[in-house]
């Protein structure tokens, strides 16, 4: 390396170091600003999730849960002999592992997250509880085409997306991850949906803002992921959980509050906030049963059969293709 290249690279030392400093600082520099909800699941964010899933006003895992248990024959009864079941995001395999016991015929797992500590540790425990399974985990960001693992590639696929993770996504992106969903798992796949349903806004506003505050402490833990990866300098006392539900668009806002004006530094970038003024850190849109089914139909799936509380749908897709 000549000694020019070498001191260019360190002149600059605001250059991205990589794609999360990149996606930060973009995020951070626009208006309104906001940052990616997937760095919110560092070892402590998912730990913090997984208590989030079971606090007492967090109702939409234990409502999957119990409709996946109460329903799990017929949903595994719409699933091809010997097919591989596919998790886009998860976390954790608690749910797979109901379709998993109903459905003898899954020959093989294959869990997608991008946070690879959790899926590592998960799939020990899941070959040691089914020992003919094929355990393929995949450390990827799954909104990303990805290749899967060749072991499964003749068997055909089961899509499973729970948690009503589709909801993190704006609807134009929602279709175009079933779109993209749906060439990878290939024509006349199956895909079980999970998915929040818009409801009483006292429900939705109390699942959001927890009364231990869980759900705050996960916002703010990607202001500490940022401090101690990007070396900022975020001062923790002064940014709040903000949650609350917009009717008009059908969903819950989570925001970061700076609670006074002040200047942070982030990876040699100041960054300027008003008192007041927030980064929006993540959407959570609910649909209705028949506002869920139309932009499956709009995303080249047919709606086989939903199962419902009243509370969560679990909805059973079948690929129709581009038409
Ligand atoms: N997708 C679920 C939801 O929107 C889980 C989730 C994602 C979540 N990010 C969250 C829950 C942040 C609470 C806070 O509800």
Known sequence: M????RTARRAAPTAPANAFATDVIAGLTSKPKH????YFYDLAGSALFERITQLPEYYPTRCELALLRDNAPAIASLFPPGCTLIEFG??????????LGAAATIEAYVPVDISGDFLQQDAAQLRRDFPRLGVHPLVEDFTKAFALPGAIAALPRVGFFPGSTIGNFEPH???????????????????VVGVDLVKDDKILYRAYNDAEGVTAKFNLNLLTRINRELGADFDLGAFEHHAFYNAKHNRIEMHLA????????VNGTTIDFRAGETIHTENSY??????FQAL?????WSPLKTWSDGM???????RTGER
């Not at 609910?286 to 506002?291: F, N, W």
């Not at 969560?312 to 079948?318: E, N, S, T």
Request: contains cysteine; hydrophobic residues 35%; proline residues 3%.
């Open 2 to 5: 000549t000694r020019a290249v």
């Open 312 to 318: 969560v749908g679990i909805h059973a897709l079948q």
């Open 296 to 300: 499956a139909r709009g995303s080249g």
């Open 258 to 265: 700076s609670t006074r004006r002040q200047k942070v530094r």
């Open 286 to 291: 609910k649909y209705t049963i028949e506002s």
């Open 35 to 38: 940052l990616p909800p997937k």
């Open 173 to 191: 992106e929602a279709c175009q991850f079933l779109r993209h969903a749906g060439a990878m798992l290939g024509d006349g796949a199956v895909f």
């Open 90 to 99: 998860g976390g954790s395999s608690r749910k797979a592992r109901i379709l």
